[in-house]
Nanobody, 125 residues
Framework: QVQLAESGGGLVQAGGSLRLSCVGS????????MGWFRQAPGKERGFVAA????????YYTDSVKGRFTISRDNAKSTVYLQMNSLKPEDTAVYYC??????????????????WGQGTQVTVSS
């Protein structure tokens, strides 16, 4: 399994921006489709965005469309999540995750075999 490490979280005011990064190691990063998930206190971990191994296909949950952008740089073994126009409801621990095989229209966390440790994003009102 690929090892993943997120960074870039922090405290930001509503309307602000953050860019999360997730670096992979130990395996060939470009073999994996990548996803971002988030988990707020008392809630289940939920899908945010995903990107195919080539970077050519992206998916987003409806609540972040037009505000968040997922991208990847396979030469750097890194996937990014650019988050703009942040809202208090975006507050959560954000996790990156990796999966092999197909990348379909549904993204249950159980389909992703490798996970990072998470990075906290807090958006103040």
């Amino acid at each position: 399994q690929v090892q993943l490490a997120e960074s870039g979280g922090g405290l930001v005011q509503a309307g602000g921006s953050l860019r999360l990064s997730c670096v992979g190691s130990g395996r060939t990063f470009s073999d994996y489709h990548m996803g971002w998930f988030r988990q707020a206190p008392g809630k289940e971990r939920g899908f945010v965005a995903a990107i195919s191994w080539t970077g050519g296909i992206t998916y987003y949950t409806d609540s972040v469309k037009g505000r968040f952008t997922i991208s990847r740089d396979n030469a750097k073994s890194t996937v990014y999540l650019q988050m703009n126009s942040l809202k208090p409801e975006d507050t959560a621990v954000y996790y990156c995750a990796a999966k092999t095989g197909s990348l379909g229209a549904r993204f249950p966390p159980r389909d992703f075999g490798s996970w990072g440790q998470g990075t906290q994003v807090t958006v103040s009102s």
